[in-house]
C-alpha cells in the first residue's frame, strides 16, 4: 500500500508539470494572435512604441481606418468578391463531389481506388504550373478580373480533397436504405438529395468548410488573374500597405476581420479540420 | 463549364427502366462519376499540357511575334541561371527546414495534449490557432507586427531584458520566413499526430506498464513505431503544402535576399518579366520535382488508406 502511494506522488506533480509546460507552449503559440487583436485596438501612436505599450487606451480608429473611414479604399467589395467565391466554388463542389463520391463508395465503379488516387494526384501538381496556360486563356477569352475564372479554379483546387473525404463518409451510409429508395422507385438525384445527404450531413457540412476555408485564403490565382473588379479579401490585404506612415494598428485590425471567418470555421469543425488536411487519409 | 454541359448528359442513362445490358449497366455506375472527373482533367490537367507545349518555345509576351521554337534552350537556360538554381536550393531548404521543425516542435505538443490535465480543450483551440489564420494575414503579422526592428513585438519584449535590438528579416531572411511558416504549420502537424497518438492501442501500453517497461520505452518501442506512418504523412503533406508557399515569400520579403523560390520565380518570370517560355520550363522542373515527392505521398497515404478500408 505504502509503496504505491509512495509512487504514486512523484507521478503526479511531474504529470501536473507537463500540464504547465502544454498551458506555457499553447500561450506562447497564441501570444503573436493575442497581441494582433490587442494592437487593432490602439491608436497607431500607442501601437508603434519600443517598449510596446501594453495598457494604453482602447479604441476602434484601427477598424474604421480599415473600413475606409479615412478615405482609403473600402474592403467591402474584396470582402464580398472573397465571398462569392468561396461560397459558389464549394457550392459547385459539393455538386460534384457528392455524386462522384456516390460512384467510388456506395455503388462503386470498377477500379474505384485508383479513381480516387487520380483525384489526390491532381492535389500535387503544382499550382503554378499550370498558372501561365490559365493566366493567357483567360486573358483572350476576356476572363481575366472575373471572379466567376476563381470560382472554376478553386473548385479544382478542393474538389479532390471533397472527393476523399466525402468518399469515407458515403461509405457509411447503409445500402440497405438506398436499395428501398431505388424499390420504391426514386432516381439517382432523388436517392442523392433525399436518402444520402441528410445521412451524410455532418460529413457534408465538415467538407464544405474545408473547401471554404483554402478558398478564402487563396492568392497566388487572386493577385495574377484578378484587378480592380474581382479582387479578394486576400489580395486587398497585401495592396493594404502602401505609404510610409503608422500602419500597425489598422493592419491587425483589417487582419483579424479578413481571418474571422475562417477562424470561427476551423474552431466550429475543429475534428473534422484534419481530416480534410490529411485528404481523408487521418480520422 | 465542362461540368454543366455534362451533368444532364450523364444523369440520363441512370433512368432506364427496364434492365439494361451490361455495357449500359457499367455506364449507369460511371455516370455520376463523369461531372466531378471531367471537370478535373478540364481544369487541371490541359493547363499543364500547355504549359509544357509552352516550354519549348522562345516566347516573351512583350514581344509576341517573335515567337519561335526552342527545343530544349529553356530547360538548358534554367538548368544553368544561377538564380534560378538557387531559386531551387532555396526551396528545398525552406521545405526541409519547415517539414522538420514542425513535425518535432507538433509531435512534443500533441504528446503533451494526449495526457489528461485541466484545461486540455482550451490549451488544444489556442494550439491550432496559428493554422486559421489567413496565410497573407499571418505574413503581414510576422514581418510588420513582431519582426519590424523599431516598434515590433520581439524586440520590444527584448528591450525588457536590455537585450540587442537586431533588424530580424535583413539578418536572417530566409530564417524569419521559416519561423513565420513553422509557427503556421506546426498546429497541422500537431493534429495529425495527435489522432495518431489516439489511435494506438491503450491496452497494448497499459500490459506494457504492468511489465515495468518505462515511459521512454512505450515511447521508443511502442508509439514511436506506430507513429511512423503518421510522420511520414505529416511530413509528406507538409511538404506538398510548403513547396507551393508563395503568401509569406511574397508577402515579407517579396522574394529578395535570397529568398525567392520556386513558386515565387515562376510567378516572377512571366507576371514581371514576361518570359512565357521559361516560366514554363520552370514549372515543368517544379512539377518533375513534386511528383517524385508525390510518389512517395502517395504511397504512404494508400497505406494509411487500406489500414481503414480493411478496418471498415
Known amino acids: ?52 505599450s501594453f495598457a494604453a487606451a482602447l479604441t476602434l480608429d484601427g477598424y474604421r481606418e480599415f473600413f475606409g473611414a479615412g478615405g482609403g479604399a473600402s474592403p467591402w467589395p474584396s470582402l464580398i468578391n472573397s465571398t462569392v467565391a468561396s461560397l459558389a466554388s464549394t457550392l459547385l463542389v459539393l455538386v460534384l463531389a457528392l455524386p462522384a463520391a456516390y460512384a467510388l463508395s456506395i455503388r462503386p465503379v470498377k477500379k474505384w481506388t485508383d479513381v480516387l488516387f487520380f483525384f489526390l494526384s491532381t492535389k500535387m501538381l503544382p499550382v503554378v504550373a499550370g498558372l501561365l496556360p490559365i493566366y493567357l486563356f483567360a486573358k483572350n477569352t476576356g476572363l481575366l478580373d472575373n471572379i466567376w475564372l476563381l470560382v472554376i479554379l478553386y473548385t479544382s483546387m478542393n474538389l479532390p480533397i471533397a472527393v476523399w473525404m466525402m468518399q469515407s463518409f458515403l461509405a457509411e451510409v447503409p445500402v440497405a436504405i438506398i436499395e428501398a429508395a431505388q424499390i420504391d422507385g426514386a432516381r439517382l438525384p432523388t436517392i442523392l438529395t433525399r436518402v444520402v445527404a441528410p445521412i451524410a450531413l455532418p460529413g457534408i457540412a465538415a467538407t464544405a468548410l474545408i473547401c471554404f476555408i483554402f478558398s478564402w485564403n487563396e492568392l497566388l490565382f487572386a493577385r495574377v488573374l484578378t484587378g480592380v473588379v474581382a479582387e479578394t479579401a486576400p489580395v486587398f490585404l497585401t495592396g493594404f500597405i502602401t505609404s510610409q506612415g503608422l500602419f500597425l494598428a489598422k493592419v491587425c485590425a483589417a487582419s483579424l476581420v479578413i481571418s474571422l471567418p475562417v477562424l470561427a470555421a476551423g474552431f466550429a469543425a475543429q475534428d473534422k479540420l484534419v481530416q480534410g488536411l490529411s485528404l481523408g487519409a487521418v480520422k | 463549364m465542362t461540368a454543366t454541359t455534362t451533368a444532364p448528359v450523364a444523369a440520363t442513362p441512370v433512368r432506364t427502366a427496364k434492365p439494361p445490358s451490361g455495357r449500359l449497366r457499367a455506364w449507369a455506375t460511371r455516370a455520376p ?70 513535425l518535432v516542435i507538433g509531435l512534443v505538443l500533441a504528446l503533451l495534449l494526449d495526457r489528461r490535465f485541466r484545461g486540455r480543450g482550451i490549451v488544444r483551440t489556442l494550439l491550432i490557432a496559428p493554422f486559421l489564420v489567413v496565410p497573407v494575414a499571418a505574413a503581414l503579422l510576422w514581418k510588420h ?51 495518431g497518438l489516439q489511435s494506438r492501442d491503450h491496452a497494448q501500453i497499459e500490459a506494457a506498464k504492468v511489465d515495468g517497461a518505462s515511459d521512454w520505452q512505450v515511447f521508443r518501442y511502442l508509439t514511436l513505431p506506430h507513429l511512423r506512418r503518421y510522420l511520414e504523412l505529416g511530413a509528406l503533406l507538409g511538404s506538398i503544402y510548403i513547396v507551393q508557399n508563395f503568401d509569406a515569400v511574397f508577402t515579407i520579403t517579396s522574394g529578395g535576399l535570397g529568398t525567392a523560390n520556386l513558386p515565387y520565380t515562376v510567378y516572377q518570370s512571366f507576371y514581371q518579366a514576361h518570359e512565357n517560355g521559361l516560366a514554363s520550363a520552370a514549372g515543368v522542373l517544379v512539377v518533375i520535382g513534386s511528383i517524385i515527392i508525390a510518389t512517395f505521398a502517395l504511397r504512404v497515404v494508400s497505406s494509411l488508406f487500406r489500414e481503414e478500408v480493411s478496418r471498415a
Open chain 2, 145 to 195: 507586427v513582431l519582426y519590424n526592428p523599431e516598434y515590433g513585438l520581439f524586440n520590444g519584449l527584448l528591450h525588457y531584458v536590455g537585450g540587442p535590438q537586431p533588424d530580424w528579416i535583413s539578418d536572417n531572411p530566409l530564417l524569419a520566413i521559416e519561423a513565420s511558416l513553422i509557427w503556421q504549420w506546426t498546429p497541422f502537424m500537431m493534429l495529425i499526430l495527435l489522432a
Open chain 2, 33 to 102: 462519376l463523369l461531372p466531378a472527373l471531367i471537370f478535373m482533367i478540364a481544369v487541371t490537367q490541359l493547363p499543364f499540357v500547355a504549359t509544357l507545349v509552352i516550354s519549348f518555345f522562345d516566347w516573351n509576351s512583350l514581344y509576341p511575334d517573335a515567337r519561335e521554337f526552342a527545343g530544349f534552350a529553356n530547360y538548358s537556360e534554367v538548368l544553368t541561371d544561377a538564380d534560378l538554381r538557387q531559386s531551387v536550393f532555396t526551396t528545398i531548404l525552406l521545405t526541409a527546414a519547415v517539414v522538420l521543425a514542425s
Open chain 1, 1 to 52: 500500500m505504502s509503496a504505491t502511494a509512495i509512487r504514486l506522488r512523484p507521478r503526479r506533480t511531474k504529470g501536473a508539470g507537463l500540464g504547465v509546460l502544454a498551458w506555457l507552449l499553447g500561450l506562447l503559440f497564441f501570444l503573436p494572435i493575442a497581441w494582433m487583436a490587442l494592437t487593432s485596438f490602439h491608436s497607431e501612436e500607442d501601437a508603434a512604441t519600443n517598449p510596446p
